[in-house]
Each structure stands twice: as structure tokens, then as C-alpha cells.
């Protein structure tokens, strides 16, 4: 786009985003303006018009009978007489700038300048003789009409020119008037644009009104909140429309009661499914470390009295190999039995259970870990609590096994009044956001949530490719 189209889509997307309500005012303040000035232009022009008409017919008339009234006076060369003349017409009409009275040669018989009048002024409105004419004039004070009419001796059979009478009228006068009346009409026009504003208001607020509601309502359904009603306030498109709003927001309401419901049956299914695991689990362990356990140990013990029997090397040799390998066993069915549910975690808690399980993972996945409380690790919580924090760390510590690249992993536990916090960082590769989504694949994270989520805590996962994962926990415990 343009710099000039830049600019165009900025002043518009500003206007566009202003309130419905300063919309409706603006448009029709907007239109009363607008046609307001473009009448009041009008009438100007039209009353100039028709007023300086007016005043050129009036003066040409007056003059006429100014001609009339001295022709007597100059037969007769009275020039007192046409000097009262002239001095008495000036004094009386304001809007007259001067009178000249000339004779057929176009000497000046007298004039409101005295016997030497303006040398430009002379020159002008002269070709006419023995017509009137009417010339405008642009001068120092303005546009002055110089209205020129001849004198005349008139009998019924004769018509001789005497000469000419020239009478300069000021436009100023008319423009005056004109102002005097536009003023009128402006301030009409002001009480009726206030007056429209006032109406426009009532209109905007009737339509802004439920329009603003509606947003409202909107809103407080985006934020989750579906028991708002909206009062329908006609039987128009608006009052239709907030009843289907109210249809809407009803059927959200119905919809998200369902699913609480259906969510409380999956918790408590998740629950039952995680106790059952957690059994059963138990139950492989102490079947693993009671049964299998001890019969490879008693296998050991007859094992070795045989060996003791051997007479030669080679047989000591192949008895020992088979020990190597039960005693192998052993270790693995005790790594497997732990896995599956650390007795340490039954008898001394949460933190020295996770203390040992950190150095039981540093030593076999060559993994360095470690630990940082700030209370006593003797510190014992609810069951349900140790036993789930228990799964995160050991979920979040075979991710960075599996995933992570890592060479270190730490967990800290910070208990600040009833909260405890905890957090499970590693140094790896991390991952993007993106990865754990809700694959079916991956359940290890969905798996930590479900968890967090039924014992009430809350869980954030942090990762930046390159940056390591940093999971923080936290619970009320008391
Ligand atoms: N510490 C970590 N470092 C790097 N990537 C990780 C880490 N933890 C998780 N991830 C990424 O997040 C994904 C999801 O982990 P999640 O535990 O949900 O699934 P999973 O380990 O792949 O499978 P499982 O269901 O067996 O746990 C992993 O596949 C991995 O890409
Ligand atoms: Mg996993």
C-alpha cells in the first residue's frame, strides 16, 4: 500500500472505530451542518442578487427624478441652487458615496467633490450619452455602482440632453444588510441544529441502547458468564435479535451444566482409573519384591552351596556366571519394583522418596540430579497428594531421560504458608509449544494435568527450543 492509501486507511479505520452512538450523532450533526452552510451560502447569493437589483432600480429611479428636479436650475445656471441640491442628497442617503452633475460637454457643473473630482472617476461611465448606464467600481472602500442618467429637457414634441448625472451608490451597505440578515438566519439555524442534535441524541440512544447491551451480553458470554438475560425492549430486529441472544446464552447454560457434569464423571473415572493403576501397581511391586524377588534369592543361596560341591574350575566357573546374571536380576526386579511404587514412599514421605529416586535415576540413566527444599524433608503430606507429585516427577524425569538431551535435571520444593511449590527443570533441547498438544501418542503431559487437576493444584509447563523445560507445580497442601 501507498503512503497516501496509508493514510486514507488510518483516518478511516479511526472513524469506522468509534461507538455506533458517536456514529449516528456525528452523521446527522454532520448533514445539518453541512446543508446548513450550503443554504446559508444559497440565500446569500440569492439575496444579493435580488438586493442590489433593488438598489440599482431604486437609484436609477431616484435619479431620474434628481435629474428631473435640477433641470430647471441648470437653464436657469442656478449653481447655488444645484450645490444645495447636491450637499442636501448626500447628507440625507448614507449609502450614497457621490453625485456629479456634468453638462453635455461634459464639464462639471458641481459635484459632492467640489468642482475637481477624482481623475480615474472622470474617465468613466461617459460613453453612454444621453443613456443611462451602470458600471461597478472596485475601490479603496469597496464596490461602488456608478449609476450615470441623463438630464433631460422634455416637452411633448422635444427631448434636448442638458447633460448628465452621475450617482456612485456603495455595495457596502448591501453586504451589511445581508450580514445583518444571514446573522438572523444563522442563529435560526444554530437553534435548529441544536435542536436536531438534541433529536439525533434521542434517536442514537434509542438505537444504542439495546445494540449497546447486546455488546455487554456479548461480552459476558466471551468471559464465560451464560447466565445473563437481556430484557428485550421492543418487537423489532433489535428486540428479536437479544431474544435469540437470550436463546443462545439459555442453551450455553444448559450446554456448560452438561459438560460440568460430564467433566465431574470423567474426574472421578480418571480418579478411579489412577487408584486402580496405583493398586495395581502396588500390588506388582510387593508381588515382585515378596515373590519373584525372594525366589531368586533363594535360588542364589542353592546356586551357591552347588558351587561350593564343584569339584573343577570350569563347572565353579559356569555356576558363578549364573549367579552374575540372577544377581543381575535381582537388581533389575529391584529397579522395576521401585519404579512401580517406592516403599520409602509409604513409609518416610514424598521428599525422601524423591530424594532417593533422584539418586537411583542419577546412577542409572547418567543423568546428574538433584534436590532443593527450604523446610524439613521429613515433612509428610495428604496421600493422594504425595502419591501424584510422586508420578509428575517420575513422568517429567523419564521425558527428560527420553526427549531432553539433558546432562543435569533439578527439583525444588518451596513451601511458602499452605502453598507448595514445585519445580522439575532440566538443561536440554526443550521443545515448541506445539508438541504437546492433545496427541493421542503423548500421554505423558495429559497425564501430569489429569493429575495436578484432580488433587486442585495447578500446573505451567515453560519450554523454548534450545532452552530446557521448566514445569512448575503448584498445590495447596493443608
Ligand atoms: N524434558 C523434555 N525435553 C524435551 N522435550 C520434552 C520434554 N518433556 C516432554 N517433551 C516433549 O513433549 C512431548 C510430549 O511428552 P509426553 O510425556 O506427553 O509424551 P511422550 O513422553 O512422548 O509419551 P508418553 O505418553 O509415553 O509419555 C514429548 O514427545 C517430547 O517431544
Ligand atoms: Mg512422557
Redesign the pocket.
Known sequence: MTKKFEWLEFVRSKLLDVSVFIKIIGISVGIIIFFGIITLYIIRIVLYKSMTENLLKTWNETGKNIAGNIVNKIILNDSVGINNETNELIALYKDLRYIIIMDKNFQIIDSSFGLEIPEDLYKVNNSNFGKSSIIELKTDEGTIYDIAIPILLTSPNTKINLGVIRIGVKEKYINEAINKILFKIAFFMFLIIMFSIFISFIVAKILYEPISKLTQGVEQISKGRYKVRLKPWAKDELGKLTEAFNKMAESLEIKEKELAEKEKIRVKLMEKIISSQEEERARLSRELHDTVNQLFSSIKISLQSFQNICQTEKLKNKFKKIKDIINQAIDEIHHISLELRPPILRDFGLFRAVRKYLNDFQKYYKIKTSMKTNFNEDLRLNEKIELSLFRIIQ??L???Y???N?TEAEVKFFLKKDILNLIIQ?N????QKT??GN?V???????MKERINIIGGKINII?KLGQ??KICISIKIK
Open positions: 513422568e517429567a523419564t521425558n527428560i527420553k526427549h531432553s539433558a532440566d536440554g533441547q526443550g521443545f508438541v504437546h496427541d501418542k503423548h500421554l505423558g503431559v495429559i497425564g519450554s530446557g523445560v
